[in-house]
């Protein structure tokens, strides 16, 4: 399984893709419709117009990964659909996969440090 650390950068199509479609033809969507290079590390995000099915591209340095998941029950959190473009933080990317609700996802506040006696 992907790791998504702080750093990952995590971009999601918001209109559904033709979910036939492997590695190749959505490394060309990414180029062609995301204007994006599929090579670049990313992880690109596509959903299927039924909203219980998931598919990402990354590039591992070595090739391009495909990784799918359909949930056994429920559906997953999507952005209205439009032609666009959205990055997720790490967190929101992880609860998508998780199909829970990304938007109730906030970075986490950072807190003063306490006052040292003395």
């Known amino acids: 399984m ?3 650390t702080g ?3 995590v971009l999601v199509a918001t209109k559904p893709v033709d979910f036939r479609k492997g590695s190749e033809g959505l490394a060309a969507l990414v180029r062609e419709t ?3 290079d599929p090579f670049s ?3 690109y995000v596509f959903r299927a117009k039924r909203a219980d ?3 990402l591209i990354y590039w591992d340095g070595t090739g391009v990964c495909l990784f799918a998941k359909r949930l ?3 559906k997953f959190r999507w952005p209205n659909v439009q032609d666009s473009v959205m990055r997720l933080s790490a967190a929101e990317f992880s609860a998508l996969l998780e199909g829970l609700d990304w938007k109730r996802v906030h970075a986490a506040r950072e ?3 306490p006052m040292q006696p003395g």
């Open 7 to 9: 750093s990952v950068r």
């Open 2 to 4: 992907i790791g998504p």
């Open 72 to 74: 056994e029950d429920g």
């Open 34 to 36: 995301m204007k994006a």
């Open 111 to 113: 807190t003063p440090a």
């Open 53 to 55: 099915r998931v598919k």
């Open 41 to 43: 590390g990313a992880v």
